[in-house]
């Protein structure tokens, strides 16, 4: 599929430097010379990415930008400016715009790096409707986000032992993922109309976690005031799900295995043996094989749930999954709050992409909640990440090959930028986060011809 780029400009070489730096079969090139010529263009087709002039002969590419926007709130667009009007460029990025460009080009690395990477954002969203669309026909089922080719091999996995009424482990670190694959492996099965009972086993003591697999008798312990169906009984014909299997005290343990090859279960308080039929998930996020090893954990029960198992892989050894899985929690929470913050800059897709994820899923998704809660509607920088915006820019590769002074140099532009956008502009707050002192910080942006909000 081609990407479809508008290039808004009234200069012909500009829009020949695009057309040539755009060239190849990736694209579908269209171009527009005025704001008339462009609102026809977008009306008969949808773009991927508009390029467009801020000063154009009929009007003023911003408004034209804003115009869109109100129809199409996700449509990327990239603003091209003259030196003299950044300061619009910058207040422009804030209201949605995904990036700015100063004329005259200094850098086509740079215009092909932003390009790229507004495509690919573009791609996402586009995935992410996709996924919807698909998922709105079969109602119960999660929305997965499963870019990278790791987690295709675990979706397809899942795919292949859903119809099948097979035990599954689910592995993996913690925030991986793994109650919401269990769910779409319930969601997925022919048990997907019957309930879907789950129980976390680390988080209840021993004899409540029994009583509520079991259930129980009107007096089977001093506070059985009435007969209590367990989940065993309430999951037949539909599928149990034990999270945190690892955690099972040894008695559970031996009880469960009996329900396993027996089938069947007596509620507390009683010997009646009654039989359910429930398809089995269980999900560890410590090594089974090694508590066994350690004894924790019975081996006849070990190789009764090891059938198949379903591993999950922690998000850094997944990045592909990073900046699509951030843009759909981006949708999800502006949804959930009725915002529109977003999209994210540049520099945040970079920050997300680069951070280390160490609660996986779980960190990204409440990283991007508080940045939609922080945020003013519009676009996010890193700062908004929390701890991970605070890093200082990280030294890139080129970067380090540079004489030393100019390398420092790079560096405090990326420092003050990112430092003005986490503070809105505000010199004060700017120079308190810092630890300059003001006249320095006017100093230091002035010296690195940054832009000051008006
Ligand atoms: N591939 C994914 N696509 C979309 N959302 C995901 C994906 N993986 C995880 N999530 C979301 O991330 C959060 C954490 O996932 P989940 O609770 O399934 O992880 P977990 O492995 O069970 O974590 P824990 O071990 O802490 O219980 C959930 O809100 C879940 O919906
Ligand atoms: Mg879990």
């Not at 508009?50 to 590419?61: A, C």
């Not at 029960?301 to 999954?321: A, F, G, M, S, W």
């Not at 003005?420 to 006017?442: F, K, M, P, W």
């Amino acid at each position: 599929m081609k990407s479809r780029v508008l290039i808004v400009d009234d200069d012909p070489f500009t829009r020949k430097l695009f057309q040539g730096l755009l060239r190849g079969n990736a694209f579908a090139l269209q171009t527009a010379i005025n704001v008339a010529d462009a609102r026809k263009a977008l009306r008969a087709t949808d773009f991927n990415l508009v390029i467009l002039d801020q000063r154009l002969p009929d009007g003023n590419g911003l408004d034209l930008f804003s115009e869109v926007r109100s129809e199409r709130p996700r449509q990327l667009a990239i603003l091209i400016t003259g030196h003299a009007e950044v300061r619009d460029a910058v207040r422009a990025v804030r209201e949605g715009l995904f990036d700015y460009l100063t004329k005259p080009f200094e850098n086509l690395e740079e215009l092909e790096a932003v390009i790229g990477k507004a495509l690919e954002m573009d791609r996402a969203y586009r995935e992410i409707d996709i996924l919807r669309e698909t998922l709105e026909a079969r109602p119960g089922a999660p929305l997965i986000i499963s870019c990278s080719s790791a987690m295709e091999k675990v979706m397809l996995e899942v795919r292949q032992a859903a119809p099948l009424d097979t035990t599954v482990l689910i592995d993996g670190e913690s925030g991986t993922g793994k109650e919401i694959i269990a769910k779409q492996i319930h969601a997925l099965s022919k048990r997907a109309k019957q309930p879907l009972l789950e129980i976390n086993c680390g988080a209840l003591p021993e004899s409540l976690l029994e009583a509520t697999l079991f259930g129980y008798e009107k007096g089977a312990f001093t506070s059985a005031a009435k007969m209590t169906s367990g989940y065993f009984e309430e999951a037949d014909g539909g599928t149990l799900f034990l999270d945190e299997i690892a955690d099972m005290s040894p008695k559970l343990q031996a009880s469960l295995l009996r329900v396993l090859q027996e089938r069947s279960f007596a509620r507390l308080g009683s010997t009646v043996q009654r039989p359910s039929d429930f398809r089995l998930i269980c999900a560890t996020n410590k090594s089974l094989e090694l508590e066994m090893q350690a004894g924790n954990f019975r081996a006849d029960l070990y190789y009764r749930i090891n059938v198949v198992v379903v591993r999950l892989p922690p998000l850094r050894q997944r990045r592909e999954d990073v900046v699509p899985m951030a843009l759909f929690f981006l949708d999800y929470f502006n949804r959930k709050f009725g915002k529109q913050a977003g999209p994210f800059t540049p520099e945040a897709i970079a920050a997300l992409e680069c951070a280390p994820w160490p609660g996986n899923v779980r960190e990204l998704k409440h990283a991007v909640e508080r940045a939609v809660v922080i945020n003013a509607d519009g676009p996010i920088a890193p700062s908004s990440f929390g701890i991970l915006g605070k890093g200082l820019p990280s030294i890139t590769e080129s970067a380090s090959l540079l004489p030393y002074r100019e390398a420092q140099e790079d560096f405090q532009r990326a420092y003050f930028k990112n430092l003005l956008e986490s503070t809105d502009g505000n010199i004060s707050e700017a120079a308190r986060l810092s630890g300059i002192a003001r006249q320095n910080v006017y100093g230091h942006i002035e010296r690195l011809g940054l832009v000051m909000k008006s």
